[in-house]
């Protein structure tokens, strides 16, 4: 259940811009994973809010028109495929989650993180396992991020149309590895998310 109970004690405890963070798409095999940071307006009550996992993307649509609108501050960063490579997927979400934060027009004193880790971060912040389906400001976050990666989604299946990318958003489902094998990898593709193909 949704409550601003993490957000208020930080109030009480001197906290006056604190955020919610979450990401989406760190388990796909292609595409960029995407981060969110956001700070809502203490109390403000969104009908409908909830962890983005749980809607239908009509219902995420109308939500992330909610929640820019009314937000004090939000930015979502992105991870790039490169930068995924070159690295690895955790440790490009988390720099992206940093970013998202750097990218606030009004500067988070304190970070919710969904999650369990908050490795690197230079605010104060505390993790929150299921943290989209706690706080109002994850949960916001999340949606942010979802619909973010999802319209990506969209431009990559435009084109990339042999992959089948809108319909199951880049992750390892049935259809998607038999596209992948049928017509192999492009550079919109994580390498160590495929190494199946060389099996």
């Known amino acids: 259940m949704l409550t601003y109970d993490l957000e ?9 811009a604190v955020c919610g963070v979450d990401e989406a798409g760190r388990g796909p095999l292609c595409g960029p994973v995407a981060a969110a940071a956001c ?3 203490t109390g403000l009550v969104i009908e409908g809010l909830d962890d983005s996992k749980k809607l239908t993307p009509q219902k995420r649509d109308k939500l ?25 997927i955790l440790s490009t979400t988390l720099h992206t989650m940093r970013r998202a934060i750097e990218g606030l027009a009004v500067k988070a004193d304190y970070a919710l993180i969904d999650g369990n880790i908050t490795r690197g971060f230079t ?12 706080s109002p400001s994850i949960a916001a976050a999340s949606i942010l991020a979802k619909v973010t990666r999802d319209r990506i ?47």
């Open 8 to 16: 208020a004690a930080l109030n009480r405890e001197g906290y006056t």
């Open 39 to 41: 700070i809502l307006p």
């Open 64 to 88: 992330y028109d909610v929640i820019v609108k009314n937000a004090v501050a939000y930015c979502v960063a992105l991870g790039s495929v490169e930068e995924i490579n070159e690295t690895d």
């Open 123 to 134: 605010l104060p912040a505390r993790a929150v396992v299921h943290g989209d389906a706690t």
């Open 153 to 199: 989604c969209l431009e990559l299946d435009a084109a990339y149309p042999q992959y089948g990318i809108a319909k199951h958003k880049g992750y390892g489902t049935k259809e998607h590895m038999e596209a992948l094998r049928k017509y192999g990898p492009c550079p919109i593709y994580r390498t160590k998310f495929i190494r199946f193909l060389d099996t």
